[in-house]
């Protein structure tokens, strides 16, 4: 079965860290682009980032550019969020997702989301 | 950067009403458009991409259609199952963007 399981979410001040991971079961996923999105409480989907296969190709949203860095390690099957100087509107369940690429484009599997709260 | 517009934000239907959820996007997105349930509590689950194309496993009574700016998700006979909130999403260009969502509540 395929499953992604993220972890690494909690509660943190603000202007403090916190390094998100996400683990892929079931599959092997260095060939696909792997991204993270959030969601704020009782709000929509929000894209954060995208990081290509091979890790050649990284984007992020305005929201959080030179803040946050996603990485993935494909020897461990595994993606991950650095978020620094992090704030309130930060706050949000964050979902590991597979981008899936071909003649056309999705999102799917996603995880099961951990929850980041950034409070004092 | 492109915008989705979900329309509308907020439905009230029956079980067995056809439900429509519009999605506008502000230029062209080649079609690269999916769409995604979220029941309360739960992850999204895609339903639909490239437009139109059922992910499988997903009942046959959604569908989706348009073309360039203008975008549909039809539900054709509402099932209880089916309450929940609906996002469209481009992804032709980045920063990758959602909808606003569209719930779907019973009446």
């Known amino acids: 079965e395929v499953q992604l399981l993220e972890s690494g979410g909690g509660l943190v001040q603000p202007g403090g860290s916190l390094r998100l991971s996400c683990a892929a079961s079931?599959?092997?996923?260095?060939?696909?682009?792997k991204s993270w999105v959030r969601q704020a409480p009782g709000k929509g989907l929000e894209w954060v980032s995208t990081?290509?296969?091979?890790?050649?190709?990284?984007f992020y949203a305005d929201s959080v550019k030179g803040r946050f860095t996603i990485s993935r390690d494909n020897s461990k099957n595994t993606l991950d969020l650095q978020m620094n100087s992090l704030r309130a509107e930060d706050t949000a369940i964050y979902y590991c997702?597979?981008?899936?690429?071909?003649?056309?484009?999705?999102?799917?599997?996603w995880g099961q989301g951990t929850l980041v709260t950034v409070s004092s | 950067d492109i915008q989705l517009t979900q329309s509308p934000s907020f439905l009230s239907a029956s079980v067995g009403d056809r439900v429509t959820i519009n999605c506008r996007a502000s230029?062209?997105?080649?079609?690269?458009l999916a769409w995604y349930q979220q029941k309360p509590g739960k992850t999204p689950k895609l339903l639909i991409y490239?437009?139109?194309t059922l992910q499988s496993g997903v009942p046959s009574r959604f569908s989706g259609s348009g073309s360039g700016t203008e975008f549909t998700l039809t539900i054709s006979s509402l099932q209880p199952e089916d309450f929940a909130t609906y996002y469209c999403?481009?992804?032709?260009?980045?920063?990758?963007?959602f909808g606003q969502g569209t719930k779907v509540e019973i009446k």
């Open positions: 999403q481009q992804l032709n260009s980045y920063p990758l963007t």
């Open positions: 079931g599959f092997t996923f260095k060939y696909n682009a």
């Open positions: 990081i290509s296969g091979g890790g050649e190709d990284i």
């Open positions: 490239g437009v139109s």
């Open positions: 230029q062209g997105i080649n079609n690269y």
């Open positions: 997702v597979i981008f899936g690429w071909g003649s056309h484009r999705w999102f799917d599997p």
